[in-house]
């Protein structure tokens, strides 16, 4: 079966750079999931799209940005790359009628140096 | 709002007996309740969920939960532990269909031979 797809898998990154993730849904799921799992801490919710509109908003810094595409796919655009964003950043999709169970891809690390 | 506590960081517990990972939630109307599955580098994988009906439901690789309304839990249960059943569990809840999940902390099982 189809998963959810996140490219890179890994990335580096300097201070001040910037970074942009991106998501691949599992093909007929309408919502995409941003979260952000830093070391040793549980996913925190950061932001989610329903349909290509931005959907519910959580803890994302106002350097991040995010939106989805027309074809569902989704980009986390991380700007001003600051040390704390170190961190894994899963993506998640669900169809909205499957009571919001989220699968989840695999993850980019993202290492800031 | 929503919020997620599993009291344990680690649960221990021998090969072959039953395990009990607990996991207590709050939220202001009915519960949509998750648990997931991390192994180490890994993303999330999906275990169960409770939307409504029977209390006691039935998932993946012989997990079960029990949902149990008064005392706002919805503990994760097996069996008989197996030592490829290590790996990092969280809890999660949502407060309606397309929301965010909120998760626990997380919880350690430790399964020995």
């Known amino acids: 079966a189809a998963g959810v797809i996140q490219s890179p898998r890994h990335l580096i990154k300097e201070k001040r750079e910037t970074a942009t993730l991106k998501c691949y849904p599992i093909?007929?799921?309408?919502?995409v999931y941003w979260y952000q799992q830093g070391p040793g801490q549980d996913p925190q919710f950061l932001i989610s799209f329903y349909e290509k509109m931005q959907s519910d908003k959580g803890s994302i810094p106002d350097r991040f940005s995010a939106q989805q595409f027309s074809d569902y796919h989704s980009e986390l655009n991380m700007s001003s790359l600051e040390l704390g964003d170190s961190a894994l950043y899963f993506c998640?999709?669900?169809?909205?009628?499957?009571?919001?169970?989220?699968?989840f891809g695999p993850g980019t690390r993202l290492t800031v140096l | 709002a929503q919020s997620v506590a599993q009291p344990e960081d680690q649960v221990n517990v021998a090969e072959g007996n039953p395990l009990t990972v607990k996991c207590t939630y709050s939220v202001s109307g009915n519960p949509y309740l998750f648990w997931y599955v991390q192994y180490p580098n890994r993303g999330l994988q999906f275990l169960l969920k409770?939307?409504?009906?029977?209390?006691l439901v039935k998932g993946s690789y012989g997990f079960e939960a029990e949902f149990n309304k008064s005392q706002t839990s919805f503990h994760l249960k097996k069996p008989s532990a197996l030592v490829s059943d290590s790996a990092l569990y969280f809890c999660?809840?949502?407060?309606?269909?397309?929301?965010?999940?909120?998760f626990g902390g997380g919880t350690r099982l430790m399964v020995k031979p």
């Open positions: 409770y939307i409504t009906g029977d209390n």
């Open positions: 999660a809840v949502s407060e309606n269909a397309g929301n965010m999940l909120t």
């Open positions: 998640a999709s669900s169809r909205a009628s499957s009571y919001n169970e989220q699968f």
């Open positions: 093909p007929r799921h309408d919502t």
